[in-house]
Nanobody, 119 residues
Framework: QVPLVESGGGSVQSGGSLRLSCADSGGLFTINTMAWYRQSPGKRRELVASITNGRTTYADSVKGRFTISTGNARNTVHLQMDFLKPEDSAIYYC??????????????WGQGTQVTVSS
């Protein structure tokens, strides 16, 4: 069973918007950080945005365009993506993690959802 389930990916034209969601499928241990990563062909997986106790961080490439937020249900997270660009095209992955003393102790991943932005 995949620990996290993503939804909301799809195809959109440049300048459009998409909203990704990620939910706990059950059985996760305590976590304190949720994040979105993305990976496009031939590139390394990169951090897009994260949220820890309400504090958010963003990759420079998405600042001002993307917004990460937690949902009302336990271990849910959303990524609102506005003003999308073709270079945002990638598979987007949700991560739920537990950090202690700044070090990653364990994490969980979703199966990924495809985002395609056409020019």
């Amino acid at each position: 069973q995949v620990p996290l389930v993503e939804s909301g990916g799809g195809s959109v034209q440049s300048g459009g918007s998409l909203r990704l969601s990620c939910a706990d499928s059950g059985g996760l241990f305590t976590i304190n950080t949720m994040a979105w990563y993305r990976q496009s062909p031939g590139k390394r997986r990169e951090l897009v945005a994260s949220i820890t106790n309400g504090r958010t961080t963003y990759a420079d490439s998405v600042k001002g365009r993307f917004t990460i937020s937690t949902g009302n249900a336990r271990n849910t997270v959303h990524l609102q993506m506005d003003f999308l660009k073709p270079e945002d095209s990638a598979i987007y992955y949700c991560q739920a993690a537990y950090y202690e003393g700044g070090s990653l102790q364990y994490d969980y991943w979703g199966q990924g959802t495809q985002v395609t932005v056409s020019s």
